[in-house]
């Protein structure tokens, strides 16, 4: 846990009491504050009155005796309406923060020689892979590494800082929200689509909550920012003249060409100039390039990722990008980056290769939520047996038209099934109802081809229809493939 100081024995509102609300109450009170409970949850409120801590009806209580509010992510701040907490909060004058700006001011309260480095990481998608694929390269560099936030761990439950260590973050929109001084030391935006627009007021509303990463950003701080759409393009050109950036392009080949093994190998920097080799090994870049299997900087080649089978793809390369230039940030060599890169094993549910019956490859994906990212999982593949469907989001499947020729047969599940036939129009389409049904129907239709073919859930949707979340319907499909016969990767 991560005691946070600076509320000592000052009464502190705690709403929500899920994973982040109990463990912020938590931290705040080792750090000597009163932290004040309430949920709407009968349930959770009983919880933490096992725990010790004070519930008290906040509906009720004086305001006015409150130094701040600790508001769970899961509350509107602002829209479709604000939370009755934060109303009752600002006619009393009291902040509203989260946890990750309780973290911050934690990080910020010890003396400058005993803090830990801070790597933290948003975006539409790619955030997830992207943080455990720092975390991983860190620790193979054998660094002392805790990686949480809305990933795993909560951050505040992360063990307590250390000197030297490294806490790799990844934080939602929703959490940015919350924060006022968060100023990690590098800073990682990996794409922006629209997303979450109910909860921010619209796109505006939700490219600001996301560049709020970079809102204390200062003189020495790392900001690496994916450029390949308008919004983080607008972030990166707007942010201050100060500290150094690091501009990640993954569509766009600015040293010309789209072939593999572009650039100088790094074994010849020196030819660039003493300038331009010291930055080179400080960690220091100005722009870079992912392609698939191909990561190059300032025109330097730096990875060959077509080792790497945890990092198919265009995203991948974009993901180990950010991967390689946070690690070099935080002084890991060159050589010990791209090691870490290539044996990295891949997050259960994104792009997951789950198993192999005969000469199908099922791979899950069930983490692809929204059309956005299912993207980038369909353009991986030439040609795939798609599982797609669930509760639509804005604008459905419109966006993927131009990859529907890869689509050798869509399989389509959940409340979505319908609205996405009518996109997919000429596109082979079936309707299977549910999740079981569509992995028998792919797998006997992949089967039937006498290929090497790919079965591939992404959804491009919600799970909410009929799971509590994608990690279910993740399991839930590797349940259905193993009880086809399939061989579990792991054992192929």
Known sequence: MIPVPGFEGRRIAVFGLGRSGLTA??????????????DDSVSSRMQAEAEGFDVEDLT??????????????????????????VDKAKAAGVEVIGDIELFARAIAALPESERPLVVAITGTNGKSTTTALIGWVLKQAGMIVHVGGNIGIGVLALP??????????????????????????????????????????????????????????????????????????????????????????????????????????VTRVIERGEARARAFEEGRFISMEALPGDVTADGLHLADLTEA?????????????????AARA???????????????????????????????RFINDSKATNADAARQALSSYERSFWIAGGRA???????????????????????????????????????????????????????????????LLSPAAASFDQYPDFEARGEAFRAAVLALGAVPASAS
């Open 393 to 455: 989001k804005a604008g459905g499947i419109d966006d993927l038209e131009d990859l529907f020729p890869r689509v050798a047969e869509a399989f389509l599940i959940g409340e979505a099934a319908r609205p996405f036939a009518a996109r997919l129009d000429d596109t082979p389409h079936r309707f299977c109802g549910d999740l079981a049904t569509a992995v028998k129907a792919a797998a006997a239709a992949a089967a039937a081809t006498g290929r090497d073919e790919v079965v």
């Open 309 to 325: 089978r945890s990092l198919p793809g265009r995203h991948n390369a974009q993901n180990a990008a950010f991967a390689y230039a």
């Open 330 to 360: 935080v002084g890991v060599p060159h050589d010990t980056a791209v090691e870490g890169l290539l044996t990295f094993p891949g997050l259960a549910h994104r792009m997951e290769h789950v198993a192999t019956l005969g000469r199908v």
């Open 60 to 85: 009720t209580a004086d305001w006015s005796g409150f130094a701040a509010l600790v508001l769970s992510p899961g509350a509107p701040l602002t829209h479709p309406k604000p939370h009755w907490t």
């Open 160 to 265: 307590a800082p250390t000197p030297g260590a490294v806490y790799v973050i990844e934080v939602s929109s929703y959490q940015l929200d919350l924060t006022t001084s968060f100023a990690p030391d590098v800073g990682i935006l990996t794409n922006i689509s629209p997303d979450h627009l109910d909860r921010h007021g619209g796109m505006e509303g939700y490219v600001a909550a996301k560049a709020r990463i970079f809102r204390a950003h200062g003189d020495g701080k790392v900001a690496l920012v994916g450029v390949d759409d308008a919004w983080g393009k607008q972030i990166h050109q707007g942010l201050p003249p100060q500290g150094w950036t690091t501009s990640i392009l993954t569509n766009i080949a600015v040293i010309g060409g789209s072939s593999r093994l572009i650039g100088l190998p």
């Open 25 to 38: 109450a938590r931290a705040l009170k080792a750090g000597g504050a009163l932290p004040v409970l309430w």
